[in-house]
C-alpha cells in the first residue's frame, strides 16, 4: 500500500486511492515511490484533492468525514475533492454529477462505494470496460479499460445539489482534465442533465464544434461534437445511476448497458479502445 495521508478535517492516517507505489504526486508525505515526476494530470489530480475553493462544500465534505455514517464508523473518511479515476489516454470519458458523501467522499475513488457505484461499474464491466464488476474501495484492483470517469463538481454537496456558483467554481476543474485526456479520445457519456451541460460546456470551451441550439439531454441521445484537428468526439447522454431512478424503474441494468455499450462500441470502431 502507499503510505497514508492525514485526513484534512479530522487528521486520521487515510490510504491514497492511487494504486500502491504510485502515490499523490507532490504531497511530501506520499510521494510516488520511484523518485519520479508527476505527470501533468498526476498534478492535476494532486491540485484537486487539495481545492477549498467553495465553503460550503468544505464544511459538508469534512462534517460528513468527522461524523461519518454508522455503518462506516470504523473506517477514516476521504473528506477531500475527488479526482478523476482510470487513464490519462481514455477512448471514453464518462461524466457524473458529484462525489456521494459516503460513497467517494468516503473512499477517495469516485462512484465507489454507493449504490451507483454498484450500478455503474457492474454495466462497464458487462460491456468490457472495466475488469471486475465491483468497486468497493480504493485499492481492490479495479482497473477501467480505456476509459475515465470524472465529475463536474468535484466535492459532495448537500443533498447531492451543488449550486449554481459551485458549478461554475469547480468547472476549470473538468476544463483542464479535458484538455489533459482528450488525445485518443472518441466518446463522453454524460450522466444525468448535469453531466450532460458539464460535458457540453467543457467542450465548448476547450474550442470544439458543439451544435447549436444546445443539444437537450436524454436517455441515449447522441450528439457528434466536431475537432478540426482531433477527429469528432460523440456524446452519449445516460440517465444518472442514482437510486431514485433504479429503484423506481427509470433506468434498468438494459438500459444502462445499451449507452455504455455503444460508448465501448464506437471506442472499438474508432480504433482507440483496447489499441
Given amino acids: 500500500m502507499s503510505e497514508p495521508l492525514p485526513h484534512p478535517a479530522t487528521g486520521e ?36 484533492s487539495r481545492c477549498r475553493k467553495c465553503p460550503r462544500l468544505v464544511r459538508w465534505r469534512e462534517k460528513v468525514a468527522r461524523e461519518k455514517r ?32 459516503h460513497g467517494a467522499n468516503r473512499t477517495g475513488r469516485i462512484f465507489t462505494g454507493d449504490r451507483s457505484g454498484d450500478w455503474l461499474y457492474a454495466s462497464m464491466h458487462r460491456v468490457g470496460l472495466a475488469t471486475q464488476p465491483t468497486s468497493v474501495h480504493a485499492a481492490d484492483g479495479l482497473r477501467l ?4 470517469i470524472a465529475s463536474a463538481v468535484r466535492c459532495a454537496p448537500p443533498d447531492n445539489k451543488p449550486t449554481p456558483e459551485e458549478r461554475d467554481t469547480c468547472a476549470p476543474w473538468l476544463d483542464k482534465e479535458l484538455r489533459l485526456v482528450s488525445g485518443r479520445l472518441r466518446v463522453m457519456v454524460a450522466l444525468g442533465t448535469f453531466g450532460w451541460d458539464a460535458a457540453l460546456g467543457a467542450a465548448r470551451r476547450a474550442g470544439w464544434d458543439v451544435p447549436r441550439p444546445r443539444p437537450r439531454f436524454g436517455h441515449g441521445a447522441e450528439v ?20 431514485q431512478n433504479t429503484f423506481t424503474g427509470r433506468l ?3 438500459m444502462l448497458d445499451a449507452v455504455l455499450g455503444r460508448a465501448a462500441a464506437l471506442g472499438r470502431e474508432a480504433g482507440t479502445l483496447g489499441a
Fill in 252 to 254: 434498468t441494468e438494459p
Fill in 70 to 101: 454508522a455503518a462506516f464508523a470504523e473506517e477514516p473518511y476521504w473528506g477531500r475533492p475527488v479526482p478523476g479515476f482510470g487513464p490519462a489516454d481514455p477512448s471514453v470519458l464518462v461524466v457524473g454529477l458529484a462525489p456521494a458523501a
Fill in 145 to 148: 479499460v480505456d476509459t475515465r
Fill in 224 to 243: 457528434v461534437i466536431g475537432r478540426r484537428s482531433a477527429g469528432d468526439v460523440r456524446l452519449l447522454g445516460c440517465f444518472h445511476p442514482s437510486q
Fill in 13 to 48: 492516517l487515510f490510504t491514497s486511492p492511487v494504486r500502491p507505489g504510485t502515490g499523490w504526486p507532490g504531497d511530501p508525505v506520499n510521494p510516488p515511490a520511484d523518485g519520479s515526476e508527476p505527470t501533468p494530470l498526476q498534478r492535476l489530480d494532486a491540485r484537486i
